[in-house]
């Protein structure tokens, strides 16, 4: 089953073109030589994952959006588009895990004691995977590392002086707000006033020769990756499967076992401690060297460091520098820590899922699309970036966040029209062959974007972080 979008009329909510026509607006503050605006993408499949929102359908478009990118940049090299297909389905799947364990079984996604809470007044998310925020909840709560003595602690509390308290302690977490209250807060209202995707260029003299392989068209580009859970991985894994060289680099004791596997394929994986003036000396070696710069931390993390934008294109004017963040990149809350779930919480999705389907307590998304799409976003905004530096010889800086995607999705979704529910995924839509890792083998989903003549592959097992030397091939 299949169908076909152009993604150039205007188009009504509720709809993979309404997400690629917004998508490509944002993208277009980066314009290519080329415009294929025109161009069809095939939709093949019918169905959608259970939700009061159209996360199907901003699936399906930020994985289009990221393809078309990919076809305008193969255009630019002087060869015909190539043809796009996506698969709704295979898309939706791969905003939950693309991975399935042979033999052998992930680690949990979630702290044991993660999760959403009732408070004196409403709800509260705590997020709790990494020690530091889950050591600065029980912190504040005053209490053992249990869900029914947290549960009880955090009864006593007001939702707002919960969060406040958590996020003081350097924690992570958030209250639910209904449409209305987010839409009225400080941080909501300065985040509806952001552009999807805020691009800044500059003339640097970077145009390179740089000669485009149709079949392989990001070989040779170098990939500084500085992002973690989920968004910032997602991108370079995408950026990795049509042939970059992803250095990604983790501060020494960091780690995300449940996301290994699915998030490390085709990247070569570092540790440097950017608070060591030898390390850091190191780290803006390898950024002068380097295509693209991609960072989630907090939006003045790297400005403590002594590598804020400035900094940065000092050491690297022709940089592609991308940065994403939780909240937004404007307004009280830019600086806080952030993460899909909490997001949802606070800009409406989880209260308007709650009173959707009937339920009695905060009901989020089926999967973390805010990470996924936004993923999806930044690596098409990587490539616009790279056009650009390779027709022009400009740098770029571009900034994206979870809450802005998150206007997207629901200004996108309501009101929702329903369809039919997809089935699990069965053994067909898994690559044939299975993945030889650390962990042992495992099959991963089918590619869900195929590029004519531009397969989406990986050079590089998924494995442990830390394992590979700080430097470029």
Not at 159 to 175: I, P, Q, T, Y
Not at 325 to 332: C, I, L, Q, R, W
Request: aromatic fraction near 6%; charge should be negative; glycine fraction near 6%.
């Amino acid at each position: 089953m299949s169908e076909t979008t152009s993604a150039i009329s205007k188009q009504e909510p509720h709809s993979v073109d309404y997400f690629i026509q917004e998508i490509r607006n944002a993208l277009d503050s980066v314009p290519s030589a080329k415009a294929s605006a025109s161009q069809a993408i095939e939709l093949t499949t019918k169905g959608e994952l259970p939700s009061a929102f159209a996360v199907t359908e901003l699936a399906t478009a930020s994985i289009a959006s990221a393809g078309q990118a990919l076809s305008e940049l193969i255009e630019n090299s002087g060869v015909e588009a190539p043809t796009l297909t996506v698969d709704r389905r295979l898309s939706s799947f791969w905003f939950d895990s693309s991975v399935r364990p042979c033999g052998w079984t992930l680690p949990p996604s979630w702290d044991d004691i993660a999760g959403v809470y009732q408070t004196a007044d409403g709800w509260i998310r705590l997020h709790t995977n990494a020690p530091l925020h889950r050591k600065a909840a029980l912190t504040v709560l005053g209490t053992a590392a249990d869900k029914a003595a947290i549960s009880k602690a955090v009864l006593s509390w007001q939702s707002e002086d919960l969060e406040n308290a958590v996020v003081e302690k350097n924690g992570c977490a958030a209250v639910m707000r209904n449409r209305q209250s987010w839409q009225a807060h400080p941080q909501g209202q300065a985040v509806s006033n952001e552009q999807l995707v805020h691009v800044q260029t500059h003339v640097a003299d970077g145009k390179q020769h740089w000669k485009i392989n149709p079949s392989r068209p990001l070989q040779g580009i170098r990939v500084l990756d500085l992002t973690r859970i989920i968004a910032g991985p997602v991108a370079t894994r995408f950026l990795a499967g049509y042939g970059a060289d992803v250095l990604r680099i983790d501060p020494p004791e960091w780690d995300e076992p449940s996301l290994l596997a699915e998030l490390t394929i085709g990247k070569r994986r570092s540790r440097l401690d950017l608070k060591n003036p030898e390390d850091r000396t190191h780290f803006e070696q390898l950024l002068s060297e380097a295509d693209v710069l991609v960072h989630g931390y907090r939006a003045d993390a790297l400005t403590v460091l002594g590598l804020n934008a400035e900094r940065r294109r000092e050491l690297n004017p022709a940089l592609i520098d991308v940065s994403l963040n939780a909240y937004g990149h404007s307004g009280p809350w830019q600086y806080r820590r952030g993460f899909d779930s909490l997001v949802q919480m606070s800009c409406g999705i989880a209260d308007f899922g709650m009173h959707h389907y009937g339920k009695t307590q905060p009901t989020p998304l089926p999967v973390q699309a805010l990470d996924h799409a936004t993923g999806y976003m930044v690596a098409a905004a990587v490539i616009r970036g790279l056009q650009q530096r390779y027709l022009h010889g400009l740098g770029s800086e571009m900034r994206l966040s979870l809450a802005r995607t998150a206007e997207l999705l629901i200004a996108g979704s309501l009101p929702k029209q329903t369809g039919v529910n997809f089935t699990s995924e069965t053994d067909t839509d898994f690559i044939p062959s299975p993945e030889a890792t650390v962990w042992g083998s495992m099959q991963r989903l089918l590619p869900p974007l195929k590029i004519q003549g531009a397969p989406m592959q990986w050079d590089k097992a998924a494995g442990f972080l830390g394992i590979d030397r700080a430097s470029w091939r």
